[in-house]
C-alpha cells in the first residue's frame, strides 16, 4: 500500500538515519524541508523530499496536505497512564492551601490512587486507560512509555503491568512499560521500609522479569520517598533482570539521585526540577537523556526543570507529559510543547526536538519514532493552516491539528 502526501508546506524534523538524539547547540537546529512531498509503504516513511523532484509513481492513495505542515508525532516517555479514579478533590484541597507533601501524609497522593487501584478489576482499568491513550493519539502522540506504581502490592502491580502489555496489543501507538513498584511505600510497611524494599527486589522484579512485563524499571528517588541506598538496591537488582533504569530524580530535592541514576546507566533521568551545579555535571559524559516534565510543574506551581543551564552545558533534553491522576491530570504534548517554550525559555526548535527524536530515544525507539528518516514508522501530524511551526507553542490554546497518522493510518482525531 503506498500512499503519497503531496503539498505539504514544510515537513519538519527531517532526519539522516544515525541521528538518534541532538543535544547542546544541536538542539536550536529543526532541519525541515519546504514544498515537499512525502511516501508512505504500509507503515513506513518510503522516501520524502522536495516537491520540485517528486518521482512520478503510482500511489494507491493521494492525499492532498493543502499547503499544511507536517512533523513527526510526539514521543511521550514519561507517563502513569493506567490509574483508576482521579485525585480533583486534592486538586482542591491544594488551592485552599494544602501542599502536595501534606495531602501524600495525610493518606492522599499515590496512596490515595494505589487504594482505588487496588479495588479495580483488571477490565475496568483497561476500558479507563483506553480512553486516556485515545485522548492522547487524537493529540498526536505516536509513542508512549507507561509506568506500573499505583498498584504497591505484588498482585496490584502485576495487574497494571498486564493492562499496559494489553493496551500495547490493542492500540497502534507504540508502548513501553516500566516497573515503578517503588512509588511510595504502602502504609503497612510504613514502619519497615525495608521490608518493601525486599518485597520489590525478591518478589516483584523476578515475577516482572519473568512474565517479561517490562522493559524500563523507575524509582521515586526523593526525601521522604525511596532514598539514594533504597533506589540503589533497587536498580542493582533491576540489572540483574535486565531492566534498564528510568528514573524520578530532583522533584523536590536534590540528594544524589541523579548520581545514582547515572552510575547503572539510565536511560533517562526524569523531572529534574532542582538541580545542583554538581547534578548537571554528573548528567555530562553520560548517554542518560534528562527529561523534562513542565505540565507537572505548571499543575503543582512547582519550579520549572533548568532547561537553558541543561542545554546550554551542551547536553541533550526530553519533554514528556508525566500524565497521572496526581500532579498532571493532562497528556497533551502540544501543551508541554508551548510550556517550555513559555516557561523553560526554549525556542520551538528546541521544544520540537525534546518533544520528538529525543522522547524517542528516552523510550528506546529512536530507530523507528521521533524523525521523519526513511524506514522510520510513518506516524505523523498533519497541522491545520497555520502560517509557521513557531505558531504551535505561540497558540497553547487551540488545538492546531488537522490529521494523526500512525504506522501509514489515519486516526481519529474527535
Ligand atoms: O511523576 N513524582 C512521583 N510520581 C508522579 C506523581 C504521582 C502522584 O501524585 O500520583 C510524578 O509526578
Ligand atoms: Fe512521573
Redesign the pocket.
Known amino acids: 500500500m503506498i500512499t503519497l502526501i503531496t503539498n505539504i508546506k514544510e515537513l519538519l524534523q527531517v532526519r539522516e538515519v544515525h541521528v538518534n538524539k541532538v543535544s547542546g547547540k544541536s538542539m536550536a537546529v529543526l532541519p525541515t524541508i519546504k514544498n515537499a512531498y512525502l511516501i508512505i509503504k504500509d507503515d513506513l516513511i518510503f522516501d520524502f523530499g522536495e516537491i520540485k523532484n517528486m518521482p512520478s509513481l503510482k500511489a494507491d492513495k493521494t492525499m492532498d496536505a493543502n499547503n499544511k505542515i507536517v512533523l513527526p508525532t510526539w514521543c511521550d516517555s514519561h507517563t502513569?497512564i493506567v490509574y483508576a479514579g482521579n485525585r480533583e478533590g486534592e486538586f482542591v484541597d491544594r488551592i485552599n492551601g494544602l501542599t502536595y507533601e501534606e495531602i501524600a501524609n495525610n493518606g492522599g497522593?499515590?496512596i490515595n490512587?494505589a487504594k482505588k487501584l487496588q479495588e479495580t478489576s483488571e477490565d475496568d482499568l483497561f476500558d479507563q486507560a483506553s480512553k486516556r491513550i485515545e485522548e492522547i493519539m487524537a493529540l498526536g502522540t505516536g509513542a508512549v512509555e507507561i509506568k506500573s506504581g499505583y498498584g504497591l502490592t505484588f498482585e496490584a502491580e502485576i495487574k497494571m503491568l498486564r493492562v499496559i502489555k494489553k493496551l500495547a496489543i490493542n492500540y497502534p501507538i507504540e508502548i513501553k512499560s516500566t516497573f515503578l513498584g517503588a512509588?511510595a511505600f504502602p502504609a503497612e510497611f510504613k514502619d519497615n521500609k525495608e521490608a518493601y524494599i525486599d518485597l520489590i527486589c525478591d518478589k516483584m522484579i523476578p515475577a516482572v522479569a519473568d512474565e517479561n512485563l517490562a522493559e524500563f524499571i523507575d524509582v521515586?528517588c526523593e526525601t521522604d520517598y525511596f532514598t539514594v541506598a533504597q533506589t540503589e538496591r533497587i536498580l542493582k537488582t533491576g540489572k540483574k533482570y535486565n531492566l534498564i533504569p528510568k528514573i524520578?530524580v530532583n522533584?523536590f530535592t536534590s540528594i544524589g539521585g541523579v548520581q545514582i541514576g547515572i552510575k547503572y546507566k539510565a536511560l533517562s533521568l526524569d523531572?529534574l526540577e532542582i538541580m545542583q551545579p554538581i547534578d548537571i555535571e554528573a548528567l555530562k559524559n553520560s548517554n542518560t537523556m534528562p527529561v523534562a516534565?513542565p505540565s507537572?510543574s505548571y499543575f503543582l506551581s512547582i519550579p520549572y526543570t533548568p532547561a537553558r543551564e541543561i542545554i546550554d552545558q551542551d547536553l541533550p533534553l526530553a519533554l514528556a507529559t508525566?500524565f497521572?491522576?496526581?500532579?498532571?491530570p493532562s497528556g497533551n504534548m502540544n501543551f508541554v510543547v508551548a510550556t517550555a517554550c513559555i516557561k523553560m525559555k526554549m525556542t520551538p526548535e528546541e521544544a520540537i526536538n525534546a518533544a520528538t527524536i529525543n522522547g524517542a530515544y528516552a523510550m528506546n525507539l529512536s530507530t523507528t519514532h521521533g524523525s521523519i528518516t526513511k524506514g522510520k514508522k510513518a506516524n505523523l501530524i498533519i497541522t491545520k493552516e497555520i502560517p509557521s511551526y513557531n505558531y504551535i507553542p505561540y497558540a497553547f490554546g487551540s488545538n492546531l491539528i488537522d490529521i494523526v497518522m500512525i504506522n501509514g493510518k489515519i486516526i481519529d482525531t474527535v
Open positions: 502513569h497522593g499515590i490512587s512509588h521515586f524520578h522533584q523531572h516534565l507537572c508525566d497521572n491522576p496526581g500532579s498532571t
